[in-house]
């Protein structure tokens, strides 16, 4: 049996691949809503380049079905799939989403529900970027302007910190929902105490961290940094990773959540397929509704 599914490999088509293989541990899950996003955006437009080939969809919801493991209370529930593990980021260099099945490993459960609406596909990139944001110490600078980044800004201007996001092109929404925007290094504040990094660009990071002398650099793996440029003559720069989804502040993400999700349309599909035409996404991204 093979299944139907939208991957990238230097472009993005649909392939017909073998079936799911589930290892121990995991769950077999069927695909209910994927969110499609920055991510997405970067690898199509080559700003990313995934090791391999790899299934598209970074986050999401998928209903549980079978599992190896001795304890079997998932099966039937809703999965809220984080893109975030120890293994790595879904979509980039591990297979996400986008197919009609799925093999789910404990570390990308954020969450099991009874019942789940299209915006919950939102929540783990939501809960990340609040974690982003209670990282961030004094005067912040956030790379980007896509849904973990507007999530961190939020965050911060809830403990009264007005952040500055820089994006050389932004969304409708940031200025929709009054955030400070620098489009050139120029427009930068003279002091920043906290880089927040975002998404992939290389040059962009760099030019950020030589333009301005943070004490605090917090990268999200979203950004695919490998190396992070500070300057030796700050006494000491801090650099912390987060490299998982918690959920930790469940109020808050749930009020960032709903703040945020009427900018994100939602797309009813009957095929994987058609969500080719879809791509890439524009703004803050698009939820697939998959009618099975």
Avoid at 162 to 181: F, K
Avoid at 191 to 214: A, F, N
Avoid at 228 to 256: A, F, H, M, W
Wanted: hydrophobic share 40%; net charge neutral.
């Amino acid at each position: 049996m093979r299944q139907r599914s939208v991957v990238f490999d230097g472009g993005v088509r649909v392939a017909d691949l073998p079936f799911v293989k589930v290892e121990q541990g995991e769950v077999l899950a069927k695909t209910i809503y994927v969110y499609v996003g920055q991510l997405e955006r970067s690898i199509i437009n080559h700003a990313a380049i995934p090791p391999r080939r790899v299934i598209l969809g970074s986050s999401g919801v998928v209903k549980a079905i079978e599992t190896t493991s001795n304890d079997t209370s998932t099966v039937g529930k809703y999965l809220v799939v984080s893109p975030l593990s120890r293994y790595g980021v879904l979509a980039y260099n591990i297979d996400g989403l986008l197919a009609n099945y799925s093999a789910v490993k404990p570390e990308h459960v954020l969450e099991e529900l009874v019942e789940a609406d299209p915006h919950i596909a939102l929540k783990p990139l939501v809960a990340h970027g609040v974690e982003l944001g209670l990282e961030s110490e004094g005067t912040a600078l956030i790379a980007g302007c896509n849904l973990v980044a507007l999530s961190a800004a939020l965050t911060l201007r809830e403990s009264s910190t007005e952040p500055v996001m820089y994006c050389e092109s932004s969304p409708r929404p940031v200025a929709q929902l009054g955030l400070s925007i620098a489009r050139h290094m120029g427009n930068l504040p003279s002091r920043v105490d906290s880089v927040i990094l975002t998404e992939p660009g290389v040059s962009i990071h760099y030019k950020l961290l030589k333009h301005v002398d943070p004490r605090k650099v917090i990268v999200s793996p979203f950004s695919l940094s490998t190396w992070i440029p500070v300057n030796p003559r700050v006494g000491k720069t801090v650099i912390v990773y987060l490299d998982s989804v918690r959920n930790s502040e469940p109020r808050l993400t749930d009020r960032i959540l709903r703040e945020l999700s009427g900018f994100v349309k939602r797309i009813e599909i009957d095929d994987v397929e058609k969500a080719v035409g879809l791509l890439p996404p524009q703004g803050l991204g698009f939820i697939l509704v998959l009618r099975h």
